[in-house]
């Protein structure tokens, strides 16, 4: 390796899971140091012109760049103690900002809405009395209901009928649970596309295929992963999508229509292990590369006299 050893943090709450397990192999088989930190047991410190970050009351310096694993229920700390680094002058592979984003999935759609991507049509509304309103202007029934927080195909629900929609949403809103009304891509066929991009590259793809009976696509719920080519405009979509979300390394999720491909999400700490083991391919090397030719753009930042500070 023609990089010299580096000492990269890996933010996540378990050093066991598959995707951190990965990434702290791949750096130390390169030569450099990998410290694996669960961010909620992070101290942040603030003080002019002095930011540091505490772990279990040690302070934690020489740092050369972050890789945050960030969970969702997690994400106002976790993106705290990035953001930290990022003042700390601590290249991060998935900028604070980027990644608060990225969680909430209106905000998402609004964002890549402007660009030319196409997505299901989509509704939200602070619980609206105009249920059957809502309904009519995704297309009807049937029709998706979501969780607006929710991850790994948990709070997606497929509702058949008008009347079902309905009570589902009125069932949502009387819980004061935030949901997004969403137009059925039924020619999907309970299937669903991954491209993992890293810097602007598609670097793996895979279809994940929902299990039999089944509209949600989600390992998590069941599915399974398959190989695939990705069409150019499959590509060119899953490129824009991380770009407009302002994501290096991102996991965007495309399901087929007859209208072409429409961005569902774009995950900002997307998991290795199905990517990998469906594609073959050595995904945690490409984040490393990435990340150590961010801690090189960075010096050579540093040396000039202009880049002095950085912003938030
Ligand atoms: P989560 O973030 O919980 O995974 P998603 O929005 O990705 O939620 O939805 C989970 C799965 O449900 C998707 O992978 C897809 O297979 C299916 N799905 C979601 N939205 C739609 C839709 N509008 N039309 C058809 N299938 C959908």
Redesign the pocket.
Known sequence: MSHKPLHIVVLSRNRSLYSTRRLVETIENRGSRATVLDHLKCDIVIEQDNPSIYYKGELIDDVDAVIPRIGASVTFYGASVVRQFEMMGVPTAVESQALVRSRDKLRSLQVLARSDVGM?KTVFTNYSKEVAKIIDSVGGAPL?V?LLE???????VLAPTKKAAESIIDAFHSMKARVIV????KE?K?A?IRAFVINNKVVGAMKRQ?KEGE????LHQGGTGELIKLSKRERQVALTAAKVMGLSIAGV?L?QSERGPLV??VNSSPGLEGIEKTTNQDIASDIITYVENLVEKGKSKKKSPKNKKSNA
């Open positions: 299901p998706i979501k929710g991850t790994q195909g948990y709070g997606v969403q137009e059925f891509i999907a309970g669903d929902g509209f949600r696509s989600n999720d399901l569902l999400e």
